[in-house]
């Protein structure tokens, strides 16, 4: 269970207004989880805080009961629109690279699970725009994460391949149960993806919709 806890955060020079204020939220193991909300509300912000990357000004991060609070961790993964694959390096290195032992049994099965197999030694720049994105995925999930959080991972793409990488993050959540936040602008996305989506605003969340994820 990861639980954020009263997260409050402003930037520096900008003390005269939270930009998250005492936001609480738990995700249940096993959880896919949308959070959306207007450009600039602090989606990503929140994010960073989750991956420890940022510590909020206020408030803590939990996760399974233990205070990870600006612990940059490999338990909570963060993949962005840029999904910052070494160029250097083949695919297979770098969904090694993710790992703390070299496993090639778990490496051809991730490449199984985002369908990279037969590209093990193929470069970032020879992988179409999904593909990218699908290393990013396996690189995330080599480390197996406590939450992946995918911070609008498939915005640039069009409407085809969001579908296509929808449809291959479902039968991966399905296959892992990996744990997942899912941010984007546009609640379309979560449909058959997400449990429920957290609305992010000006104001503390609300819980808009709960549904099953198929
Ligand atoms: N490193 C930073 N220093 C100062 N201000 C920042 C920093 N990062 C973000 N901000 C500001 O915080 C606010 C929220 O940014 P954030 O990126 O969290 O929003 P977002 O909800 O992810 O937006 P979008 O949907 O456009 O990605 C913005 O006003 C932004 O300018
Ligand atoms: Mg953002």
Redesign the pocket.
């Given at each position: 269970m990861i639980r954020f806890e009263e997260i409050s955060h402003h930037?520096?020079g900008?003390e005269h207004e939270l930009?998250l204020d005492t936001i609480s939220l738990t995700i249940e193991r096993g959880e896919c989880v949308g959070l959306t909300?207007?450009?600039?509300?602090?989606?990503?912000?929140?994010a960073h805080i989750g991956a420890g990357h940022i510590r909020p000004t206020g408030g803590r991060v939990l996760i399974e009961g233990r205070d990870l609070t600006a612990q940059p961790s490999r338990k909570v993964f963060l993949i962005h629109q840029e999904h910052d694959l070494f160029p250097w390096q083949r695919v297979e290195k770098q969904i090694q690279f993710a790992m703390t032992t070299p496993d090639a049994g778990r490496i051809k099965e991730l490449l199984r699970l985002v369908r990279l197999t037969g590209y093990e030694t193929f470069f970032p720049n020879q992988l179409s725009g999904g593909m990218k994105k699908r290393l990013a995925l396996a690189r995330a999930l080599a480390v197996n994460p406590d939450l992946l959080i995918l911070?609008?991972s498939f915005s640039s793409l069009d409407s085809q391949l969001k579908t296509e990488l929808h449809e291959d993050l479902r039968r991966i959540w399905r296959e892992t149960g990996t744990t997942i936040l899912m941010?984007t602008?546009d609640s379309r996305e979560l449909a058959n993806l997400a449990h429920r989506e957290i609305r992010?605003t000006a104001e503390r969340p609300t819980r808009i919709r709960k549904g099953a994820l198929v």
């Open positions: 930037y520096p900008q930009l909300g207007p450009s600039g509300c602090g989606k990503s912000t929140l911070d609008e941010i602008h992010l």
